[in-house]
């Protein structure tokens, strides 16, 4: 069973620090991984996108790594800032395409104290 | 990037009243759209995927008569949430994927509606 765990499930650092978000999953056969951002209340927001090949993809102050080898990705957050609250999920594609190729992770929920 | 429209964001309604959610792809068409549902601090969870003119695919364990879709054009496809009752309150979620886009899956969610059932 295609699966996708994050962690950790929640984190509270303060504003201006770094963190790194963990995704590991078992989602065979592999086509991309997404990370994206919910804040409260609102639909998920598309930070970055990894196909197999890649490993690395930055979209300002957000990079996301991926290691296909032992199916583990990341999502660092550099200089954290207040509108960084949100939760963060991890969404794993396999080849059969489809909503039903998406595997979800739960999120990481990140709270920026000032 | 491409934007995806949902509307309400946010209703109350009486238990045993249906209510109708629109989702809309505003700057692309979409043959294809689909609807979550959130608990809180929860995964999306996939109630169904709808395709443009034909019938809607529904997950298991979802009640095709319950969770009405509609999917009429390129660009909007409905849920309606028949007899709401309060075990119905969720927050439901719309994606909808780019035509052509099968092969990276790439999707666009909307902003969410909050169903509140008294």
């Known amino acids: 069973k295609n699966q996708v765990e994050q962690s950790p499930q929640s984190l509270i650092i303060l504003e201006g620090k770094n963190c790194t978000l963990q995704c590991n999953y078992t989602v065979s056969p592999f086509s991309n991984l997404r990370w994206y951002k919910q804040d409260t209340g609102r639909g998920p927001v598309s930070l970055t996108i990894m196909t197999f090949s890649e490993n690395t993809k930055s979209n300002g102050r957000y990079t996301a790594t991926l290691d296909a080898d032992t199916k583990q990705s990341s999502l660092h957050i550099t200089a954290s800032q207040l509108s960084d609250s949100a939760s963060y999920i991890c969404v794993v594609s396999d080849l059969r395409g489809g909503a039903d190729g998406l595997t979800f992770g739960k999120g990481t929920h990140l709270i920026i104290q000032p | 990037g491409a934007v995806v429209s949902q509307h309400p964001s946010r209703v109350i309604c009486k238990s045993g009243t249906s209510v109708k959610i629109e989702c809309r792809s505003l700057d692309f068409q979409a043959t294809t759209m689909f609807w979550y549902r959130q608990f809180p601090k929860q995964s999306l969870m996939l109630m169904a995927t709808?395709?443009?003119?034909?019938?809607?695919?529904?997950e298991q364990g979802v009640e095709k008569d319950k969770f009405l879709i509609n999917h009429a054009s390129l660009t909007l496809s409905t849920l309606t949430v028949t007899s709401a009752h309060p075990e119905d309150s969720s927050f439901y979620i719309c994606s909808a994927r780019v035509r052509g886009g099968r092969a990276k899956n790439i999707q666009y969610f909307g902003a969410g509606t909050r169903l509140s059932v008294l």
């Open positions: 709808s395709n443009e003119g034909s019938k809607a695919t529904y």
